[in-house]
């Protein structure tokens, strides 16, 4: 079976030498954060994900979820022995406020923690990855009280959360919901509906859970402009903040699933349970979108984290496999490691530079993050909000859709014993299919990056990241070293600029036009951000050559994976920019009803 390891090499890399996190905390004032309390950290959390939770994936996988008569559900075994674990070493806690228990770390702390625990077990994982984020829409949008009773316990990991938004009729159209919330005459209210698809809604990791609850209002106006959210808990809090009276919410069932078969996707019903407003009235929309959005950048973690996990596995399969005679093989014995095969080493190839530059990627989005929350200067914080915002569709949609590529390569570098279980790597792309579906479907991040970050704001966010593109490539321009690399990345970028603009034209006179290009645009963008992304570790790596690094051979292998990145991979996003030129006219011309025909 697969037994994961932390690339902790390759993290630090990618944080102190690509994108100066040092530097990154000085400039918010967190001078104590150091590369050698980072490093120590990091060291940390990986023990804790290889021996403690890595241990729990393939048994979780095998065994699942259960749903007693009662509603109560039992994790696979393990499951709540490790998070009782996580609490107490303080990993719950890593980048909570301070204010309300926690540690105060900076956000982008949490998020190669999060690579490390969602690669050694994804479906554990996904019971406490939506705290943080409840936590945050709480600071945000929650009232002071609700505050102060509900946040110490969700910071410390005591208390989890859980997101119910879908309901059976209403998917992503929110707006179709049936759920009721009546004004209980005491300040709370009554709520009544059923949600499904609930990460969470139930477990047995700890004394209470939290519910986060989109309903409607009486006098809610129709659609989604009279949604409201509410705080629903599984137990009402007794007068010394502890569990006490249970409330009407209850799991009624439990889906079996294609993959993360350790996590309990529930059906939950509310029977009038007691709930608090959260935001103003008609507001939820605005409160569960700041939970969304921050969901959907650990969503991208959850994608990165499986491909490398089946990276792993996939060359460790490849180096040890023999088939067939090589060029450069060794001669030893009837077959040659699988490895020397080009078409295995394309395979491989394709996984190391998806992984590694979705990993600058990723972690850039979580830099960011910091710094819209953190930096003491409005303009910056207001910058880096800007810049978030339009790579949290690309971290979501483009890095999860690489994934589902990723973890497939990795079965198929298996050959047939990829595809079936004792090898331990199809969990993988089991596993990995749910993320371009959940926290808005990937078609959705494509229409939010399109339709509302760069159209909605008049091409603002898109000439912002833009310039920092086109920055990093005049700077660098006098490079010989980086000739490969910088000529193609600020002529990718000239096209991006001008299909940007071509779209906006053409969507002016056909509303269709935006959701006719939208994936391709997604697409073309992920790309384009990697090609930079890239561009950045062979900037780093030439450097470190020209200095005498001692680990040449790491950095040579940046620079290699770099020349393939751009070689064979880069170019299809060529085939996108074709794609973005064909409009509308042709996706809509057939009826619907023709479509069978």
């Known amino acids: 079976m697969p037994q994961y390891r932390v690339p902790l090499r390759e993290i630090r890399f990618v944080l102190h030498e690509v994108l100066h996190d040092e530097s990154h905390y000085r400039e918010l004032g967190r001078d104590e954060l150091n590369a050698e309390l980072i490093d120590g950290v990091l060291e940390q959390c990986a023990r804790f994900a290889e021996d403690v939770v890595a241990p729990t994936n393939e048994p979780g996988d095998r065994i699942g979820v259960r749903r007693e008569a009662d509603g109560r559900v039992v994790t696979p075994p393990g499951f709540a022995a490790t998070y009782r674990r996580y609490v107490e070493d303080g990993w719950a806690a890593l980048c909570g406020p ?86 209980a005459g005491d300040g709370s209210f009554r709520i009544t509906g059923t949600k499904i698809f609930i990460t969470g809604g139930e477990s047995d990791f700890g004394p209470n859970i939290v519910h986060l609850v989109l309903a409607k209002l009486p006098d809610a106006p129709p659609g989604s402009r009279g949604i409201s959210l509410f705080l629903v808990p599984k137990f009402l809090p007794a007068a010394d903040g502890s569990p006490g009276e249970r409330n009407a919410v209850m799991c009624t069932g439990v889906e079996h699933k294609l993959g993360i078969h350790g996590s309990a996707t529930c059906v939950m019903n509310f029977d009038g349970a007691r709930g608090w407003l959260v935001g103003g009235p008609h507001q939820g929309l605005r409160g569960m979108f700041t939970m969304m959005n921050h969901a959907r950048l650990w969503v991208g973690v959850q994608g990165l984290a499986q491909s490398e996990a089946a990276w792993q596995v996939a060359l460790a399969y490849a180096r040890e496999r023999r088939q067939g005679r090589t060029r450069h093989g060794d001669g030893r014995s009837g077959a040659d490691p699988i490895i020397g095969h080009p078409d295995v ?21 979580g830099l960011q993050l910091d710094k819209s929350l953190h930096h003491p200067l409005p303009a910056e914080r207001e910058r880096a909000a800007g810049l978030l915002a339009i790579l949290t569709p690309v971290v979501k949609a483009f890095v999860t859709d690489r994934s589902l590529e990723c973890t497939s390569l990795a079965l198929q570098i298996h050959g047939g014993h990829g595809y079936v279980r004792e090898t331990g790597v199809e969990q993988y792309f089991r596993d990995a299919r749910i993320t371009p579906i959940y926290e808005g479907a990937n078609g959705v991040q494509a229409m939010d990056l399109l339709g509302r970050k760069v159209l909605g704001s008049g091409g603002v966010l898109a000439r912002q990241l833009g310039g920092l593109i086109g920055g990093f490539c005049s700077s660098h321009a006098r490079y ?55 561009a950045k570790v062979a900037a780093v790596s030439v450097a470190a050559l020209h200095n005498g690094a001692a680990e040449a051979d790491f950095y040579r292998a940046k620079l290699a994976t770099a020349r393939f990145y751009y070689a064979s991979l880069l170019p299809r996003a060529e085939a996108h920019l074709d794609a973005l030129g064909a409009g509308a006219a042709t996706l809509m011309e057939l009826p619907a009803e023709h479509f069978a025909l």
């Not at 996984?351 to 850039?364: F, M, N």
């Not at 002529?491 to 906006?504: R, V």
């Open 480 to 534: 010989e070293e980086l000739a490969g690399f910088i000529p193609r990345l600020a002529g990718l970028l000239k096209e991006w600029s001008e299909a940007t603009e071509a779209i906006a034209q053409r969507a002016a006179r056909d509303p269709d036009e935006v959701g006719a290009a939208s994936t391709d645009y997604l697409m073309l963008t992920g790309y384009l951000c990697l090609a930079w992304c890239w």
């Open 345 to 365: 080493r394309r395979m491989l190839f394709t996984q190391k530079a998806l992984v590694e530059g979705g990993r600058v990627l990723v972690y850039l989005a």
């Open 98 to 183: 301070a204010e309300f228990g926690g540690q105060g770390l900076p956000e982008s702390f949490g998020v190669p923690a999060a690579e490390m625990t969602a690669a050694a077990n994804m479906a554990w994982k996904l019971y406490s990855g939506l705290s943080d984020s409840a936590v945050l829409l709480l600071r945000r949008h929650a009232s002071a009280e609700l505050q102060q009773q509900y946040l110490p316990r969700l910071v410390s990991g005591e208390w989890l959360a859980s997101m119910c938004l879908t309901e059976a009729h209403a998917g992503t159209d929110l707006g179709l919901m049936r759920t009721r919330a009546e004004p």
